[in-house]
């Protein structure tokens, strides 16, 4: 335990006082089956541990108080400090017990586990009681125990109370170990049957009493991303109440969330809407009228007042509208409401200049794969995997979703090295490896922005035979040029080596898939060699097998995705890479030519949600599109675009883009058809977006930023082509949310852009609570079933603060249609 003497009379007394000052609301089951009452909300298994990622710390019991969500995972684990792929209980159902309770029954099929979680409303709090349908199997005697995870960064440099001892929630980890070598953490406090956490602070003040000894870890002593677990085990023999729990979260007396004014971070070109979202707690008193006000030398002037008008419930909360749209004068400016003055942003013409920049010249240099990347003083990475690749064994299901069935469409043995596969690439997210289908996104995003809008911007260097890469050193190379070479090389690099595309390229343990930092350390840069001891080296050999897998299974959707971006590529390599050029629309051609025909493969051969029949048609239309686009409408692909009409109808939601960019080269019938459908997608559209939002809000469970982007892109393309059916509101829209107008609060998703942004980031730099500037976040998740979230200052959570190659670049396409809608307003 971490003692802190000399304050235990001041904890206890604020402990006393937190049991007393505990508010007795009572909580009530509400129709989605939580426990609700003003500032506090129980969800009950509504989220669900992930079969294929396992802890995301978003399932079990979860505690949302005062707007925070701040504990989740409350369910019987095998490990006091259970790291992301340890095992995880399976859900069998939710029902509702006696009055106020909620009864989940759940297991662990393998460990001959299986038990009820009942969680009923009493004063002050609920109550946790688990029931086991037999006593512990002898193996799991010490091993099982209930958790519940709350969060780090609402606990750093609070206190905690286990039983009458006070400790210090530490803002490092720092201990304590066990010293037997297994590296397990040890508790930071045990032995009392009451924690009360941060007792001095109403907020976040949470009291917990058992029927059996409790103990407090920190997790992040064994991984970053784990969270404080307070932790009871079940005691050999027992089955009924095996666990009971009394949790009183503090509610603090007539609590409301304040309201979140969102709006872009970027500001407002002069000439376009600007309507900014109050997202109001349903009982809050909320004032009729918003403030808009100028900064100036003298400091702030109000300039103009509008009712909010009011747009309804969406979830959880209320929402109206501020609009501002009649203010044209350029200036500095900030929102009053309710009593508080919201951070500053720009009305200017140039607001959007620079928006999509950090992400062309920062965020993707930091991704590319074997390249040392420098940007002045800091080296983001050395050379990374430069010993890639191994051929990835038959019949595996990797840890972070690849699969391998029977064939490995390969002419390499299992464990054999593949040549010809370091080189280009981009690193796909915050983890290292190299997902195909999306780097295959990233050079066709990145072509359709230059040919669209141009992006001549350099800032940086690149040489790609010395394998360097530096920022803010410009080179008198357009970056885009450069980074679609970048991506086109390992492409190239797949399809000269197989014959096709691959589903990607990753590392084989999960102690190397976690590392974090420099990408050029995840590897020892050397070819294995088995014939070699572990720690020695031969020339270009070693024998430790660190060496990333190559999945090599062939698909259809995949190879014609590639097969769209390589003819893509070829238009933009053109002048600059003429040879590279030819290569990349030969390999099209073929990919394109083998695939036709076929039928789509159960899976993309990672997780659930690959390109199935569905994905294979939308792979077959992009393809022929983009070598219509290349071939300047050769007849055999604008014949074959007719014959896909089918596929364009039944997915225009996702392929409209594409199609729409054929029309240059396709006759009046395919034109006329392509016109209805815009026509019949418009009142669709406007029915399904019911959000106060105006763009699609993902409900999964990952957030859905690179939704909005595609929408964005994809409506401003039907714009550009029927500006009589569609307008521009719909891509604005789309800018508005992915810089600050969506739900939970106003950050920009886009790390840097904007005058407040995501500044905390799920990247390779994540353990340093540190950014990479232009990536953009996932953003808001909907933790079911109601509750959104955007973690500011936490960065473990992927599905909310994972920046990913491909979003990034949906960014920058989404970002300079927008930059076009508003300079048709001027």
Known sequence: MHEIRGIGLFLATCSTLAVAGAQAQTLRVSSDQTLETQGLSVIVEQNQFSPIFFDEKNAGIQIVLHGERIATDGEIRLNPTPEQWDPVPTFGDRTLGEPGQIVVRSSYPKANLKYRVKVTAEEGGFRIAVDLDAPLPKELVGKAGFNLDFLPTAYFGKTYLMGERPGLFPRNASGPMATDGSGDPQPMASGAQTVTLSPEDPATRVTITANMPLALYDARNRAQNGWFVVRSLIAEGAKD????WHVRPNVIPGWTRAPVVSFNQAGYTPARDKVALIELDPAFKAPGEATLVKLT???????????????GKWLRYNYAAFDFSSVREPGIYAISYAGQTTNPFPIAADAYARIWQPSLDTYLPVQMDHMTVREQYRVWQRASHLDDARQAPPNITHFDGYRMGPNLDSPFKPGEHIPGLAVGGFQDAGDYDIQTPQNADVVRDLVWTRELFGLDWDETSVDEKAREVEIRKPDGVPDAI???????????????????????????????????????????????DPALGPNQIKGDYSGIDDDRWAFTTAYPANDLRVAGSLAAASRALKDSDPAMAAEALAAAKALWTARQGQTANASDGRDDSGFMARFLDLAKVSATVELILTTKGEAVYTDRLRTLMPAIEANFDRISGAAILALPYMDA??????????????????AELTNPFGVPVAMGSWAGSGEVASFGSNMYLMHRAFPDLIGS??????LDYMLGRHPANNLSLVSTVGTRSKLIGYGHNRADYGFIAGGMVPGVLIIKPDFPELKADWPFLWFESEYTVSTTTAYILAAKAAMAVTAEQR
């Open 241 to 244: 109440d095996a666990i009971v």
């Open 297 to 311: 030398a003298e400091g702030e002037k109000p300039v103009f007042r509008a009712p909010a008008q009011q747009r």
């Open 482 to 528: 450069q980074q679609i070479r970048h991506g086109t090389l390992q492409l190239l690099a797949q399809y000269k080596v197989f014959g096709h595309a691959i589903v990607g390229i990753i590392d084989p343990k999960l102690r190397q898939y976690a590392h974090l930092g420099d990408a050029g350390s995840q590897t020892d840069g050397k070819l294995y």
């Open 669 to 686: 019938a395919y034109r006329d058809r392509i016109k209805a459908l815009v026509r019949a997608a418009k009142p669709k559209i406007d």
């Open 729 to 734: 509101e719909y891509t604005l829209r789309a």
